[in-house]
């Protein structure tokens, strides 16, 4: 059996618990970073995790990063952690040093343009989407050559220029824009295309595992709320409907669990993580166009208002779900992938 | 079949037809002229004075109020019509909406003359407003639990109470209570009576409930010893459940049941038609089985607004509308998210992106307002005899 560090868990959940709450949220949304938060997590080590300790870093494995990402999930955690967890494993990867800077990550940037000249790279091109830009200090972002070669970019954000959006839990998606950004040889750095996949592959199982946690947290808040709202004398969890759509709710919530940490735990080459990571992502945003609609049935009115935290979650997954290619984009893969094989179904699985 | 869940095929005459097209070029002048933007959820989010009193200056508030009130004298049907056409286009319809819809019917059926001669003429005009004072704390679902009460108190009535969720409360103009003038007992849906409620009138105040979405449009309203005079009674004492269950057919079984999302659905298509890759079987098959849905609800919805022109009962097929209704507008939205790689974002540059977050946002509403999904099912299997 493959086991999570447990004490790590248990110390980084009750972090979360104490300090993540739905006022902080709410002051994140609105713009405020929440500083005392994230250098309590950075003191603690939770932004290196997965990094060994001869490199800077806390230690503890990849596997033991994705459950703390679930946790921040759980908690609807308004910061850019999985973004700057997955950015040092890359620096330490290609053998850089870890940054003491804050860091988002950017693989959506189909047309963005290389040019060197001795020493120095011109970049051109535009990054969509990317998470916490005004709170981090460097975009580290894979992209491909016209000529198939990868390079992992570390672009200094003061040196770009940055259009404001947000999804709709209200986290920052800016659009960053090179032009002609001039950046030195050491934040240029060649990758091989397994890398580059690697790293697509740990930016998609995390936000993969923070739709798990939301997951459980929107069940947790509906059981509760099915036990303690009364109507006609007795609490709606006795109504039949009722029970019936909270255990629904449940295998969703459980299941979507179970193919994430499955996902997690798929460490025995790059092809096998890379298949078990797509199917993560497809089963997990698949799952929440049923389970949102019934966490907000089961809670009506009073979850449809700003007050109840329980749209800090729903408005999350509906955001995360479609981030990194939604369910159609990565079952569309899936499926060309099955038809266009040789061998029949249950021999590729 | 159940006789109550025959439907009569109902088909629009000529004249229906011309007076559509009225109603179209009406909407494409405002259109053009950019006098509204074309928004989700529209008559519950969309409130605007201005396009209200527009409306009425075509004679299409009230329009099925007699004459003498300020109406046209029109039919069900033509109504129909005219909500059908605003909520394709996302009009924004939702400061008359209510008072149009229920209050307006509800004075015509059980109102005094003098109700009807003061209350009308604005509605007609559009510039008079009315909220569903219905829901409270402990009385969602189990509405007949509810606690607000008017006492008599020599030849006036003192209102004491809340009500909670009242859409538009807080820019609107009265709204109609339902409350008890008896004490409670086993009979818990006997005793209550409705009341016109000036909502300027001392001793009630108004907290608007921010939304999920950060808009405010449901509010929480305090009743403190507001006095209201015997003119203020809508119909009999004591009958106040009968009168407004009888109005939720018309509550139920209209287009707004079935559209709310429908600009996104209009916005989709024409994203699709601009781009290369949309002319995959997925594609054609998905909007197919979306166009076949919406046709058939609208014969359903348009076939009950028969009905109720003819004064049938139609309260259970009402319900089935409301509910299937309801499952549509959510499959627009995860539709749109099956054929276009996007995601939803309040701010974006492009229209799509907007009205998906738009219809996203408020979806939770839909299967809540106007009785919840489970309260329709029930209804409907009590109207089975089960
Ligand atoms: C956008 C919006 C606008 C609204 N506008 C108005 C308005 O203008 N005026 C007004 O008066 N009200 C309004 N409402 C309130 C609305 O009518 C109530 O939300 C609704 O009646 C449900 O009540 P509740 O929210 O208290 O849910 P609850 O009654 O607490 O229900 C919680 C859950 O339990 C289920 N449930 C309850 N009882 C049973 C049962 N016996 N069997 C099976 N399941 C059951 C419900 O279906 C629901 O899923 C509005 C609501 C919304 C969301």
Redesign the pocket.
Known sequence: MITIERMLVDTTEKLFKQTCTKELINDAENGTFPKTFWNELDSMGITTIGVPEDCNGSGFTKLDAFAVLKIAGSFAAPIPLAESIIANWQYVELGLPLPNTKQTISMINEDVDLQQHSETWIINGTFNRVPFTQWADDLVSPVKTPTGKWYLLKIPLNLTTTVPDSNIAGESRNKVICKNTSLNSSQVIAMTPEHAAQFIHETLLGRTMMMAGALQQILTMSIH??KE????GRP?GK????KQ?LAVLTGLATSANVIADSAATATVDNIQFQNEVKIAKTYVSQSISKAVPIAH????????THEHPLHQYTRRLWSWRDEYGSEAFWAKQIGENVISSSKSLWKQL | MEASLQLPVSKASNSLTEFRHEVRAFIQKELDAESFQPDCDSW?AGFSREWSMKMAEKGWVGMTFPKEYGGQGESNLKRYVVTEEMLAAGAPVAAHW?ADRQTGPLLLKYGTEYQKQTFLPGICKGEVYF?????????????ANIHTKAVKESDEWLLNGS???????HLQDYMIV?CRTEKQTEKKHEGLSQFIVDLRAKGVSIRPIT?MTGEE??NEVFFENVRLSDEMIVGKLGEGWKQGMAELAFERSGPERFLSTYPLLEEMITVLKQRADANSTYAYTEIGKLVATLVTLRRMSFSIAQLLEEDQPASLVASLVKDLGNQFENTIIETARMLIESEPSSHSEQKYERLLAKAML?S??F?????????L??IVGKGLGL
């Not at chain 1, 109504?239 to 009722?242: D, E, K, Y």
């Not at chain 2, 299967?367 to 309260?375: A, P």
């Open positions: 709320h099915a709202r009364q109507q006609f709606i109504f039949q409907a009722i759509q049935q089961i809670h009506a009115a009073i979850g449809f | 519950l209510i909220s569903i004072g219905l829901s409270e704390p402990n009385a969602g679902s189990d509405l009500k909670i969720w009242t859409s538009g409360a339902l939304l449009h449901f408020h939770p509403g299967t809540l307002r106007g009785g919840t999904t489970e309260i099912r029930s």
